[in-house]
């Protein structure tokens, strides 16, 4: 276990992870960014910074790398004027990039559209104007809800060439969850559709936004791509055809050069921990931050790689590393409209192999459902065009790190975790993959240019061996300008912990190994007190998932009159579930006994079959922790699937 309040030594399973792989020497040889780089922004971080901001193209050049003055507030490249959508498109087409492809988008039905650079700019232009048409003018924000299409990320891009504030809200959310985003942020305009593929069957989704906008005035216009041909209800003179709108509009359009700090976007945080917040993103700092990272992190070589991002566009990651980073970088990528086991178990399988994928990144919580799937669905596959693997959203348990690069990455392609927040715009702690040498299981070093420690509760940083909490020590391009509308809470809950020092509290636990490097350790929410001891609910789970019949594990504290808080299991198993229930639960409390200490044994462990989680995998622990302790449920307006908990309370009382 980590005790996560203090520097003590960290007895955990964790730390007696022993793996490690080296870069492959080709990857290092031709590696986009090496080992000097670390020793160039320690020595000057803010010209590192605006060495990294050329290589966007900017209308006017910033006067100032960073004005810190009015912290925690910052400007990015102050002075500086460039346009956002015409650095993700126009400028590869006079590049003469024109006939490059943008995107190999992939419907879930298998159906399939192909769009070149020089595409994508008339695209954007003829949804700029159409958006200019209904009298929408810079800073006015808009509301989009809809699935993984190609107009989803010409939407994006319309509105940040206008300096309109997009607001993306996840395609599975409730109408609650949209109608109060779209009530926070005042929104004029909601892009949608008729309705969306999922798992093979079209489902509704205007009905669905149709209830939220029943109660927000706010909205003057709603916009909806046909995409699935469902009826849906009409409101004259408010709703309008995207190709209505959008088709007979020129292909041209000027961009008008913004602020370095025009607002971009507003995204909400996906609530695991309380009610979401509206994180708002600005432009130069964060798309330079984002085109760097991408550039960095994924090696990209733009002539040459497919890159595939699995994110929804309605998680942070999908805004980063599908739409802003990539584009940015003029990168050619794959975007998959659907779920991963439609039609069957090996689709993302079939597509890397038809698409020739070079880069792949995704959540931890898939690679465990390919866990889960079995080794048959990759082995079916030709996967060799695969060069690198990626994961982000949580702590990759080291046995999944440890699968994906055998069974998918072939044993040969380096996998970065990233970690990184919706607040912090960009990825900030991860491997180089022709640098670091990689430790299954931890996202390792901040990146050149970012400045983390993990410290006590006093804010100082532990020795290296200890545990303690992540905090960011110096201001970064791309980090959130606050929360829309609520200057006082973004104060509270990132900066007031270490005001003293200045740091921002991620509210993640962490701590370091014997080389210094990271270790992510869940929520410092999550962290439990048993009869005194800390323990992180990721070590546990890690200790549940390196059981050969475990898939996926989530571990919550339930309040307990000797203990203080006893540990909860909730298990799903791998293949078919044990017919020896009580046997089969004795096994993996004996397991986790062994792997990490008596103290961490769960005190129950309920055999589930699936896990609430949010859109981007994160399992909703607080949920969890209701069943637990026999409550009623809290939120659930941002569970991805709103139907689990049913689920999983009726397969819990068929238990009893
Ligand atoms: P909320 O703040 O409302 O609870 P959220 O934090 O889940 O929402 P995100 O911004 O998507 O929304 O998630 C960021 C969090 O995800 C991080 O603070 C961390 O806990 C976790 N995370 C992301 N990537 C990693 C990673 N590579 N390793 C460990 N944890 C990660
Ligand atoms: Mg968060």
Redesign the pocket.
Known sequence: MTELSGPRPALDNLSTETRAFPPPEAVAAAANVRADAYERAAADRLGYWAEQARRLAWDTEWDQVLDWSDAPFAKWFVGGRLNVAYNCVDRHVEAGLGERVALHWEGEPGDTRTVTYADLQRLVCQAANGLSSLGLKAGDRVAIQMPMLVEAIVAMLACARLGLVHSVVFGGFSPAALRSRIEDAQARVLITSDGQYRRGEAVAMKDNTDEATAHTPTIERVIVVKRTGTDCGWTEGRDIWWHDLMDGQSTEHTPEAFDSEHPLFIL??????????G?LHTSGGYLTQVAYTHHAVFDLKPDTDVYWCTADIG???GHSYIVYGPLANAATQVVYEGTPNTPHQGRHFEIIAKYGVTIYYTA?TLIRTFMKWGTDNPAAHDLSSLRLLG??????NPEAWVWYRTHIGGERCPVV????????GAIM??PLPGVTRTKPGS?QVPLPGISAQVVDDAGVEVPHGSGGY?VLTEPWPGMLRGIWGDPERFKDTYWSRYAEQGYYF???GAKYDNDGHIW?L??VDDVMNVSGHRIST?EVESALVSHPTVAEAAVVGASDPTTGQGIVAFVIPRGKAAADRDSHITTLRNHVAQEIGAIAKPRQILIVEELPK?R?G?IMRRLLRDIAENRELGDTT?LADQTVMNLITEGLSNQK
């Open positions: 909400y945080t996906s609530g695991t921990t309380g009610k979401p917040k994180i998680w942070v990651t931890p994961s982000v959203g949580e702590p990759i975790d990233t970690w990184w927040q919706t607040e912090t702690i991860s996202a992540l991620a509210g993640d992510l869940g929520r990721t949010t981007s994160k941002t």
